[in-house]
């Protein structure tokens, strides 16, 4: 029976394997063979495929005796092809042995170099390099490396041999030891090594071979391995392939080196070829930073003929993989060698700047550029951030979660009140709250950066920074904070109000004192780019939906509106009108209302926020001229809105004019057990018509008054919390009382629409129902993923993140949209939706939005619009067209 | 063009209508029919059709002229067959004009009798009855009807008319007055109406007819009318039949009378000819209470004759609609007229004693009496009752919510621990609370009745409640209670710890002092009728499904396991292992298990657990011998158990050893926002999973344990709230290493399967997933229906009444299963369960297990087993029964 092939050889100009083989070679292994096929110089080697690695895990850690044969026949192929023998006394064959999965994993599983050293062999290499001291140093190495990888022998066990040498001859460094130094050397390791493993050092090359490959194919799972995986979601793979490949030496004398260089520059994306090498040295020697490397314009003076052929080889490999390459190159004896090319890694900015170039040196078109960019990158242009140059020297003090991106300094205060107070004498502050709530807003609001010690990447602080684009670093456990002290102390340092901190949400790091920032610039490639991106998604195609992909932003106030529009929205997706009773008379008035004993006694408090209210949404409706705004009616409990501090409690008490205890009863009556599934959104609109009257009064007259203007208004109401479509109907039928009588008062009539949020597990089911009433559907997916889950974003700090550990969930679902439950309700929801309206437009406005592989399950599910944070549209706008093109 | 039929006449032996046409004539015009069908004596008249009522509203409350032709042709056809004109001088015709829907609404709608008088009709009729006073009556009555009834007069307009003459006359009563003071009175009547109505008495008797037919169709709509079908749930009536038939009168002399008579009792349902007479009366004589009415057995020395054609009709009647019959009867001048007859309104009681009989009797077959009772019926013979002689005699002095049925009386106690004090003492106790928790579990598990002043049908106190089978009153909002004070108030009614107060928890009211209880027995009828329920039910038959339809107890404790078995459960379908923690003992090492630091702290409190948790679990398996039960996993939040009293706090942190601020602080850590979407149930079971090894470990001691003694043991293991097949296989593979380990150590094997709630919106929507995992599902329509909802049952209060009072909701969904909505979650999730396991069993445990709609649709939507309380087990079983049937 035949049970397939597992190993691949590359060298002498052809290889069995090609780049596109990378599931069966790992990335590497399949690059080597591409190469090898292009005609590029590799040392010949061969691949064991990762179809072996999982058989070896499948065949509890050992191999079929048919895989030991194929490594056997491939080991005397390149036996030949090298001339040269594994061991050989006189000319000997070393060579390395390489992990190599499909996906990159830098550093997280094993290697061995130069081995099939032994007693022999080091003799052999000895005579064969001239080089005496060189073959025993790399017996040394190779002892060292394989009693580290394979064995585990502690790596102090040998520092502390090679140290005792040092001192016996009194010298500082390696180097300056010599070659009867080295064998010194060589014999105590060999004595460390039979201590720890309890066994003699393998003499046998073949024996060599087969533990560093059980090592490499063992590193696969090992605790770090699983870990970047867990961390990077990269899943379904089968394994590692191990890269068994003759070695070369950049360390040989003076004609040699070694060094790594990349097609562009990493960091700009300029045209540039970028690189770094060290002559007489070897792969480990650049890494450990002993020595500083050479630019590779001095290779260019020193060697040009090698220079000449490294430059050809990086065009060719450029051209032929029509990327940036990273590219690591040996020259020995003046011969140069490619170890490995791939495509580079790269800042969001020299991804958007070698996307455009490649466009436009035509070798890549339009669409591949766009698939190019992870739109997560982008998030890096977005946002000030801490000077790279300043990184390098400073140590975070805590760290917390990445709540919202970007960097900020300031100095520290406790309180929303102080923070407006400081800013409004001229000082950049940063807000520091065990957690916020929404009567901080006004401090939120003017704070550089807000820093919290508890509540996830869904908590207050992160939903509202994130909207508001302010850098966040949220749930920092290390802190401890002592409100009213106003201190802040993490192990036994201690801040008090006034210090100053520096924020990084972007990595959720928090550093003492003031840094230097800096503020990146939209380049004109990104406004190009993204142009693109949108040609793409406007041009989109699917079967029952209209065409185009909508993105919209999420804005309460007309600054984020404006910002969002900036930066590409279509409309506004989501304006919630809660967040405009924040500010000081509108709250005062409001708390009035709450505890309002008699329907007239509301309507009166109301009457005094409509005009304030109705500039609000003037200003929105101005920002967003010939753009439609989809406001959403007032949808939190209204306990969010009373009072908590003693003064205010008494100031209330007063205007009303009732006692303080009688207030108080009040508002113990509005407390909730479960406030998210209480009396909220279109139930207070029921209960409470007078409010969703006002805000619709609102509206209707900053409609009307700013269609006035000359400007086009293109109002969206949308009732909040429906559960079922015989809330929608009384709630419409007022709605459009109220439009009525203001246009006719008016003599001026505004286009208009009325929709629903699909945010209650109940809508999505009775979807069909629920379109014969309105307008549009929005799915809010944060409401609905806390009822389909069962799940508090408020408190699933307690379990979440556990359950991402354990991978009970594959990502924390407040982030990422769950498509296999939430998802099915969606899509649920919009088939529903369109049976008994075919056209209806349906889009998404929950944090989910924003993010990528969210935005194409919207696709796919056939929404029409996305809605996001204005500092996510560039994000989204990339998102949606990577979505239109894979789908 | 024809438009159909609107007018049916009955009368001279044949009838055009027939029972059968109940929707087109209502209940009162097809019985009519059908009586005059069958021979028996009515007085002729004719129906006007519901269709004509449709029509009526639908043409804005007029009539086209077909139908009024239609009508004036079936009048003339009425005069000729009683050779009588209506308004006619000599010889008037005079009719009754009454409503009558398809379902009985009793009281609801209008009647207008005596129609046809006028001035000159009067002295016919008084001409012909050769009784002037008796013809001035009855045109008095007749203009004080028509006004009230057709015009508004309002009523103490002509009582203060009728007033003026008894003072001028200086008489007391109507009867005193003669037929020259009647003539007065008319003559006022007259001056009444004209004033009020503004226009003259109509003496034109057609004009009298169509004022009184739009009358009736026009209380097809009054408030009234809504409010009762509402209520009663009555839906899709195309509106009122007018019912114009011949008075006859009861009120001619001594050889007159008339009465009311069942053909069985409709209290006891004993097969006994029950009914009451007035001689020389109208109706509303009998209705006004002033003579007392006599028995039938006066009737039949009196008027043998007579009576024996009424025993004729009777059985005639009964024999021909199979059921116990409710007539009114007139004998006009010695002849017998019906002038009605239905199927009687019964007690729950007399429904099963009919019915068992009617089989006994060939009558009807089993199936037939199975639907001829309503499940809600039994509930009144499975708990004690407010002696009903008492009741009439007594004015309750509050009402609240109906919770929990049955009535109790007691001292009032308000805290749990002075009820369990007092009823350690021997006192019947009350437990009075604002609203209960899970710490006041042992008071209410000795209270006779619990009464709470907030808090819905849903609150803790009643689902506890009902569990226990204790009568409820909860959410009365009159009462003011001070707990400090220890006292209760309604209105200036203060009543202090000690007194004494009956509850009536079937109706929700509240009485002051000891009332006198009846305690209803479980009739051999009531066992032998259930037992056709039960054959009916296991010998169901679905496509797809297994064959039968089982029917399980909810219960926590091995006596109410016992009382389940003994109500006929086949299971127990509901252990909540929760409230075994409630236990003094249990309770404080759970305390210390919660506030733990660690694992290890935790493991040592759950150990001190164990054995009396085991023994818990031991009595409900003896109890239950041989049928499955099935224990849920801790559910609630850990929070529920914490300590709140200052004394319990300190108490807990002397244990624990740390002080009573830092235990605070730890307490505080466990509260949530929205417990109910928390850190709970199997969430626990990841996080802590030492919890449910100690769980598991108790059911699998106890089940070894009493297997040994013989006693056949069947635990099915629950897992709650699972929201991911991913937390299902961990915790399933916990479990069954411990079972295996108890196993193993003591050489014996319990057979047992391990299951989850689906409770979780997106556990129905991945239910393939977890059904490849989990051996049963149960649906907890309880927290599904709460999330599907976005309602929290505890704070619903404040909305929920006013959305089923605006019809916005149906129903109060905690009560009956939303069908629309939860329901295709249940659909989707059975659906989905048995696309990966075919014959995955099913289950639901809510409470909405007890409720017979609940029941129907769980049988239509393929569940196996319905459970519920013990106490509405008997239901159940009637319910699901009836739903084999009906589908």
């Known amino acids: 029976m035949s049970q397939g092939k597992f190993v691949y050889f590359f060298g002498g100009g052809s290889a069995e394997g090609k780049a596109e083989m990378k599931d069966t070679l790992g990335g590497k292994g399949a690059n080597l063979a591409e190469m090898t096929n292009l005609g590029i110089p590799v040392p010949p080697g061969f691949t064991i495929s990762t179809d072996a690695c999982e058989l070896y895990y499948e065949n509890n850690k050992a191999y079929p005796e048919y895989i030991v044969k194929e490594v056997e026949q491939h080991l005397k192929k390149l036996e030949a092809q090298m001339e040269m023998k594994l061991g050989d006394h006189d000319n000997p064959l070393l060579v390395s042995v390489r992990s190599g999965a499909a996906v990159s994993m830098p550093g997280m599983m094993d290697t061995v170099l130069n081995l099939g050293l032994n007693e022999k062999a080091?003799?052999?290499?000895?005579?064969?390099?001239?080089?005496?001291?060189?073959?025993?140093?790399?017996?040394?190495?190779?002892?060292?490396?394989?009693?580290?990888?394979?064995?585990?022998?502690?790596?102090?066990?040998?520092?502390?041999?090679?140290?005792?040498?040092?001192?016996?001859k009194n010298v500082e460094n390696d180097n300056e030891l010599d070659a009867d130094d080295l064998k010194k050397v060589v014999s105590r390791?060999?004595?460390?090594?039979?201590?720890?493993?309890?066994?003699?050092?393998?003499?046998?090359?073949?024996?060599?071979?087969?533990?560093?490959?059980?090592?490499?194919?063992?590193?696969?799972?090992?605790?770090?391995?699983?870990?970047y995986r867990a961390i990077n979601k990269i899943e379904g793979l089968k394994g590692t392939a191990v890269n068994v490949q003759s070695m070369v030496f950049g360390n040989f004398g003076e004609t040699s080196g070694t060094g790594v260089c990349f097609s562009r520059d990493p960091s700009t994306g300029e045209n540039y070829f970028y690189g770094e090498y060290l002559m007489n040295a070897q792969g480990e020697d650049v890494v450990a930073g002993i020595?500083?490397?050479?630019?590779?314009?001095?290779?260019?003076?020193?060697?040009?003929?090698?220079?000449?052929?490294?430059?050809?080889?990086?065009?060719?490999?450029?051209?032929?993989?029509?990327?940036?390459?990273?590219?690591?190159?040996?020259?020995?004896?003046?011969?140069?060698?490619?170890?490995?090319?791939?495509?580079?890694?790269?800042?969001?900015?020299?991804?958007?700047?070698?996307?455009?170039?490649?466009?436009k040196e035509k070798m890549i078109d339009k669409k591949e550029a766009i698939m190019r960019v992870a739109p997560a990158q982008l998030d890096q242009l977005l946002h000030p951030m801490i000077d790279p140059s300043v990184m390098k020297e400073i140590q975070p003090i805590a760290k917390g979660l990445n709540a919202s991106p970007g960097a900020a300094c300031g100095k520290i205060v406790f309180t929303a009140e102080?923070?407006?107070?400081?800013?409004?004498?001229?000082?950049?502050?940063?807000?520091?709250r065990k957690e916020t709530s929404p009567e901080d807003i006004g401090g939120m609001n003017v704070a550089q950066g807000i820093?919290?010690?508890?509540?996830?990447?869904?908590?207050?602080?992160?939903?509202?920074?994130?909207?508001?684009?302010?850098?966040?670093?949220?749930?920092c456990k290390e802190l401890i904070i002592?409100?009213?002290?106003?201190?802040?102390?993490?192990?036994?340092?201690?801040?008090?109000?006034?210090?100053?901190?520096?924020?990084?949400?972007?990595?959720?790091?928090?550093?003492?004192?003031?840094?230097?920032?800096?503020?990146p610039e939209l380049s004109g490639n990104l406004?190009?780019?993204?142009?693109?991106?949108?040609?793409?998604?406007?041009?989109?195609?699917?079967?029952?939906?209209?065409?185009?992909?909508?993105?919209?932003?999420?804005?309460?106030?007309?600054?984020?509106?404006?910002?969002g529009r900036e930066f590409g929205a279509e409309g506004i997706g989501l304006c919630r009108t809660e967040h405009m009773f924040f500010d000081e008379e509108k709250l005062k008035s409001f708390r009035i209302m709450i505890v309002a004993d008699s329907k007239e006694r509301r309507v009166e408090s109301l009457k005094k926020i409509m005009p304030l209210q109705t500039e609000d949404f003037e200003g929105i409706f101005r920002a967003m001229d010939g753009l439609p705004v989809n406001i959403r009616l007032l949808d939190p409990p209204l306990h969010e809105f009373v009072p908590r501090s003693k003064r205010d409690i008494a100031e209330l008490a007063d205007i009303i004019g009732i006692s303080k205890e009688d207030l108080q009863v009040r508002l113990n009556s509005l407390e909730e057990q479960n406030p998210m599934l209480g009396h909220r959104g279109c139930r207070l609109g029921i209960t409470y018509p007078e409010i969703y009257d006002m805000q619709v009064e609102a509206i209707a007259r900053a409609a009307v008054k700013v269609q006035k203007e000359g400007i086009k208004v293109l109002p969206e109401i949308m009732i909040p919390l429906i559960g079922t479509y015989k809330e929608f109907i009384p709630l419409r039928e007022n709605a459009e009382k109220i439009l009525k009588s203001v246009f006719e008062e008016t003599g001026i009539t505004v286009e208009y629409q009325i929709g629903t949020m699909i945010e209650i597990p109940r809508a999505a089911l009775t979807a069909e129902d629920i379109a014969k009433y309105a307008d549009y559907f929005s799915f809010g997916t944060n409401d609905l993923t806390q009822m389909t889950f069962g799940y508090s974003r408020d408190d699933v700090g307690t379990f979440v993140p556990e359950y991402v550990n354990k991978k009970i969930l594959k990502a924390d679902p407040f982030q990422t949209l769950d498509q296999h439950g939430v998802g099915l309700l969606v899509e649920l929801g919009v088939q529903r939706g369109r049976s008994t309206k075919a056209n209806l437009k349906t889009s998404i406005c929950g944090e989910h939005g924003g993010d990528p592989d969210s935005i194409d399950f919207c696709y796919r599910a056939g929404l029409n619009v996305v809605s996001c944070s204005p500092y996510r549209v560039p994000i989204a706008r990339l998102a949606a067209a990577q979505a239109v093109i894979r789908n």
Chains 1, 2 share one sequence.
């Open 122 to 168: 080091v003799e052999g290499l000895a005579a064969r390099s001239g080089n005496e001291r060189f073959a025993w140093d790399a017996y040394r190495r190779f002892i060292q490396m394989f009693g580290d990888v394979v064995k585990g022998v502690p790596h102090h066990a040998f520092e502390g041999a090679l140290e005792s040498i040092k001192m016996e």
């Open 189 to 227: 390791y060999l004595s460390v090594y039979k201590d720890a493993v309890k066994e003699p050092f393998p003499q046998d090359p073949k024996v060599q071979l087969w533990a560093a490959i059980d090592a490499v194919f063992g590193s696969w799972k090992n605790e770090r391995a699983d870990k």
């Open 291 to 359: 020595r500083t490397p050479e630019k590779l314009s001095t290779l260019q003076e020193g060697s040009p003929a090698v220079y000449a052929q490294l430059v050809e080889i990086k065009d060719k490999l450029e051209n032929h993989y029509k990327d940036m390459q990273d590219m690591e190159f040996t020259i020995q004896d003046g011969k140069l060698y490619i170890l490995q090319t791939r495509n580079g890694k790269r800042t969001g900015q020299a991804a958007v700047q070698i996307a455009v170039d490649l466009v």
């Open 418 to 432: 102080d923070a407006e107070a400081w800013f409004l004498k001229g000082e950049q502050v940063i807000l520091v």
């Open 451 to 475: 820093l919290t010690s508890t509540g996830g990447m869904t908590s207050h602080a992160a939903v509202v920074a994130r909207g508001m684009g302010t850098p966040c670093v949220a749930g």
């Open 482 to 519: 002592n409100q009213e002290n106003k201190t802040m102390s993490v192990g036994s340092k201690v801040f008090k109000e006034g210090n100053w901190c520096s924020l990084d949400g972007t990595d959720g790091l928090v550093y003492e004192g003031a840094i230097d920032l800096i503020q």
């Open 527 to 563: 406004n190009e780019f993204l142009t693109w991106a949108d040609d793409i998604r406007n041009s989109a195609k699917r079967e029952g939906v209209a065409d185009g992909f909508g993105i919209r932003a999420n804005a309460d106030l007309p600054v984020d509106a404006l910002k």
